[in-house]
């Protein structure tokens, strides 16, 4: 059964850094372009960062830009968000997702991310 497990959230004071890893179980995430996404208490949903199959191209909310590296190694079936100088706003629940096409899409259960001091 395909299977996507986010790691890597935790506290972290504001400036600091944390890595997120989304691990694919089940599935092949070469054949997936990927995004995370983030949720804070009482917002919606929104994309934070994107990438293609092959990883040679990426986009950011403008948000994280300059902050936030999306990157994968489809070897280890691994996708990463390394997020760096973080602010109490990058709060939230941090969720991966791999895209196929049509209905071939499959997300993780999420990991908590709490920027605070």
């Known amino acids: 059964q395909a299977q996507l497990v986010e790691s890597g959230g935790g506290l972290v004071q504001p400036g600091g850094s944390l890595r997120l890893s989304c691990a694919a179980s089940?599935?092949?995430?070469?054949?997936?372009?990927m995004n995370w996404h983030r949720q804070a208490p009482g917002k919606k949903r929104e994309l934070v960062a994107a990438?293609?199959?092959?990883?040679?191209?990426?986009i950011y909310a403008d948000s994280v830009k300059g902050r936030f590296t999306i990157s994968r190694d489809n070897a280890e079936n691994t996708v990463y968000l390394q997020m760096n100088n973080l602010e109490p706003e990058d709060t939230a629940v941090y969720f991966c997702?791999?895209?196929?096409?049509?209905?071939?899409?499959?997300w993780g259960q999420g990991t908590q991310v709490t920027v605070s001091s």
């Open positions: 997702q791999a895209v196929g096409g049509g209905l071939d899409n499959y």
């Open positions: 990438i293609t199959r092959a990883g040679d191209n990426s």
């Open positions: 089940g599935l092949t995430l070469s054949r997936y372009a």
